[in-house]
């Protein structure tokens, strides 16, 4: 396990679930993030798909003590900059590229980057890098797939994402090369839209309960 690593998972804190959010408006950012905080899920990740993103990490990342941010959908360098700079404390890309693994390498903020076929994973590995994310998950063939990856990768753990939510959840996380699971269902778009912090609290104390089998 590289020192990366570690620190990456150190930042985790053993936690089953990381909310993969999206954040249209900058000023939801500093409630969203306390609401998962009391829930029990305080590493999240803020995704760079809307204008609002990076000034939302800002806030969260200087208001939210509690809360470990990250940046997710993280697709060059410059992003990767951006993204550092505004106090993310991890990265999280769908995909691995020699400009993000260059980035990674320069940078203390650690990588989470995307790999779904073994060549990506191995290239990956060979990069010194042996926590990745499993992007689509469902789509690029679920726990099925990534169960059989466990014994010819044995030593690369993974955050299977996309198309997860509560009922298949503990699909993944019964996975001997699975450390937790990315998901939006703990903050919906239209319960962030509409201010239901209490409702995202409650979602996310369900999923901070899952726990590896």
Do not use: H
């Not at 998972?9 to 679930?17: R, T």
């Not at 076929?117 to 990956?124: D, F, K, L, S, Y």
């Not at 699971?181 to 201010?195: C, I, L, N, R, T």
């Amino acid at each position: 396990m590289t020192s990366k690593t570690q620190k990456l998972l150190s930042l985790l804190d053993g936690q089953p679930v990381i909310p993969v959010i999206k954040i249209a408006d900058a000023k939801d950012a500093v409630p969203l993030a306390r609401a998962l905080a009391r829930g029990g899920l305080r590493a999240i990740e803020i995704t760079l798909r809307t204008d609002a993103a990076l000034e939302a990490i800002r806030r969260a990342a200087a208001e939210v003590e509690e809360a470990v941010v990250g940046a997710g959908t993280i697709l060059n360098a410059r992003q990767f900059e951006e993204a550092s700079k505004a106090g993310s404390q991890f990265i999280v890309s769908p995909g691995i590229t020699s400009q993000l693994l260059s980035a990674a390498a320069d940078s203390p903020v650690p990588l989470l980057p995307g790999a779904i076929t073994p060549g990506e994973i191995m290239v990956a590995r060979e990069a010194g890098l042996d926590f990745l994310k499993f992007f689509p998950a469902e789509q690029a063939g679920g726990a099925a797939f990534l169960k059989a990856l466990a014994s010819p990768i044995a030593d690369v753990k993974f955050c299977p994402t996309g198309g997860i939510g509560a009922k298949n959840a503990n699909d993944y996380l019964s996975l001997p090369n699975v450390v937790c699971v990315g998901g939006s269902w703990v903050a919906p778009d239209e319960m962030v839209k509409a201010g239901d912090w209490a409702g995202i609290e409650a979602l996310a104390r369900e999923a901070s309960k899952l726990r590896k089998i």
